[in-house]
């Protein structure tokens, strides 16, 4: 019968997907929640991530509370392109903005090259990276492009907390 190796190969594939699963630099991250300061008073930022649809995504709800300002919220998408063999993320905001990208791994660290955040027909371009700095905590530095030159736009550390 046909369908038996077909079956087998289809097993042989998902087993080999999942030992290799393409959100493997995203693991020390999902199934927790991480809060952080934002520097000059810009508030708290949580970012709580889970698998989804079967571990076929990974989901990041996150929000910056402060006094001085309603809270901004946010979500990214992160998915695996089959076709480019990358894993890349949609990011919407509750003011309207979006992004999208490329994010990779590089040694401890989440490397999302630069790419455009977009919102009421104005663009930023941004580069991020979170590096690993110990089981329960990461640090991020966030850098804006002005002309030519790279900016530090904000550095938070992040830390485990319960909650999801």
């Known amino acids: ?3 038996v190796p077909i079956l087998m190969g289809l097993f042989a594939l998902s087993t080999a997907a999942a030992a ?3 959100y493997a630099p995203l693991d020390f991250l999902a199934g927790h929640c991480w809060k952080g300061t934002l520097p000059g008073d810009r508030g ?6 889970t698998h989804i649809y079967d571990d076929h995504f990974v989901r990041d709800v996150h929000v910056v509370r402060a006094a001085s300002h309603p809270d ?3 979500e990214s998408i992160y998915y695996w392109d089959s076709v480019s063999k ?3 993320y949609l990011y919407v905001e509750s003011d309207g903005g ?3 990208g490329t994010v990779s791994s590089v040694d401890d660290a989440l ?3 630069h790419t455009e955040y977009q919102q009421d027909g104005k663009t930023q371009v941004y580069r991020s990276r979170w590096k690993k700095s110990g089981a329960d905590s990461y640090d991020v530095l966030t850098e804006f492009k002005k002309g030519d030159q790279w900016t530090p736009a904000w550095s938070v550390h992040m830390v485990k907390v319960a909650g999801k």
């Open 1 to 3: 019968m046909r369908v």
């Open 20 to 22: 290799g699963s393409p």
């Open 44 to 49: 708290e930022d949580t970012h709580c991530f």
């Open 72 to 74: 901004y919220r946010g």
């Open 86 to 88: 990358a894993l890349k």
């Open 98 to 100: 979006s992004s999208g």
């Open 111 to 113: 490397v999302f090259p």
